[in-house]
């Protein structure tokens, strides 16, 4: 029987044929393709401003850089998160710290910033940046951080790499009402593929005119911005230390076709997210929470077991759903836990709740083509590898 991943990409005839039309056109790195993908994003986000560029790693270290992380700044985020959340912190050369999770939404807990954030402003170690992560697609409590990011004066990068296509509070993630930037990727596995990419939306003009300049080596070509005069229409400057961090137009192309079914699929994940509630409501296993204030784009679907209910181990579970072919993973390795991390100096917090959630947790397949026949296969495969 064929092996069953826990995320896939969709790609159509209408996506391969936008890539096509773009490799016969005259411009294959950034040109109008990218622009047009930008005006979307913004658009379906209810952002001012999206910046497109290579990866959503490359987004959060030039979101990071644009508030203006360095030497001697922390940067504080969630533990469960892909390590691309904690080492753009790095990258500038700040250091990082982490704040347990919430046992309910496994999202950064907010009780516990507030906690920690009062212990940091008497040791004068306050955070310059906050990373919320929104896991598996469901936002965070974006009003809340907000009030803590206006009180302690840090700045909020929403990392939404799971969440494009979900709502807070009605309005789309990205509209950045409670943050000043988001970021967005689009690696195949998550909700809409450019191959690899990111986003960043935001408000803010001065921040989006420094990103717009960091992905493209620090230059400009605007004569408003320079120092002194133009020499001509060949003159550029090179305000600060950039990096070649564009998309092209090929992958903005089949960015551009996958956002026109981006609600298709999203409703999708939310349909197969629902029948996994009913179909494991009686098994020893604790479900996906939902915030009231939240609808999750189901960008994974974390059950957790519940060990002191069944026989088997959390490690005989997982290996025995992947021997029966189902693609489970595990979303995430606390990052506080990577040898990288470890070596690095940390004020000692201590992280409970990450630590069990990492015990229990597996995400088992869920993606916007899974039928409903893998379902049933998922489902029937975890009965037997519980036990039942
Ligand atoms: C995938 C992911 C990233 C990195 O995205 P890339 O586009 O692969 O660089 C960052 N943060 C989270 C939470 C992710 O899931």
């Not at 990373?131 to 009030?147: D, F, N, T, Y």
């Not at 009686?282 to 939902?290: A, C, E, I, R, T």
Request: proline share 4%.
């Amino acid at each position: 029987m064929s092996f069953i991943p826990y995320g896939r990409q969709q790609i159509s005839q209408t996506d391969i044929d936008a890539v096509v039309e773009i490799l016969k056109s005259d411009w294959l790195t950034q040109g109008p393709t990218i622009s047009r993908f930008e005006q979307a994003i913004a658009n379906y986000c209810g952002a001012h401003y999206a910046v497109a560029v290579s990866s959503a790693t490359a987004a959060l270290h030039i979101a990071c850089l644009a508030a203006g992380l360095g030497s001697g700044d922390w940067l504080w985020t969630s533990p469960i998160t892909f390590v691309a959340s904690a080492n753009c912190g790095r990258y500038c050369d700040a250091q990082v710290n982490f704040v347990d999770i919430d046992p309910h939404t496994y999202n950064l807990s907010i009780t516990e910033l507030e906690q920690r954030l009062k212990t940091a402003k008497n040791q004068g170690s306050s955070p310059k940046i906050v990373i919320p992560v929104h896991l598996a697609g469901q936002s965070c409590e974006m009003k809340r951080l907000a009030s803590l990011a206006e009180q302690y004066g840090f700045t909020l990068i929403e990392d939404a790499s799971h969440a494009i296509g979900a709502q807070y509070q009605g309005h789309p993630v990205g509209g950045c009402q409670f943050s000043d930037m988001t970021v967005f990727s689009f690696h195949p596995v998550k909700i809409i593929t450019t191959g690899e990419g990111g986003v960043i939306t935001t408000n803010s003009q001065a921040l989006y005119e420094k990103l717009i300049r960091l992905r493209t080596h620090g230059i400009t070509r605007n004569p408003d911005l320079m120092q002194g005069e133009s020499h001509g229409s060949w003159y550029y400057q090179q305000l600060e230390l950039g990096f070649n961090y564009r998309m092209t137009d090929i992958q903005a192309a089949l960015g551009l076709s996958q956002l026109t079914r981006l609600d298709t699929f999203v409703q999708k994940r939310r349909q197969l997210a629902n029948r996994y509630d009913e179909l494991l409501a009686d098994f020893p296993v604790l479900l996906p929470w939902q915030h009231p204030d939240t609808n999750s784009s189901w960008h994974l679907y974390i059950i957790r077991l519940q060990l002191d209910s069944i026989s088997r181990t959390h490690r005989q579970v997982f290996e025995a759903l992947r021997a029966s072919g189902i693609g489970v993973n595990l979303h995430y390795i606390p990052v506080y836990r990577q040898p990288y991390y470890q070596r690095q100096s940390s004020d000692g917090a201590e992280f409970p709740e990450a630590e069990q959630y990492y015990q229990e947790a597996i995400s088992i397949p869920l993606h916007a083509g899974l039928t409903d026949e893998e379902q049933i296969r998922v489902v029937q495969a975890l009965q037997n590898a519980l036990h039942l």
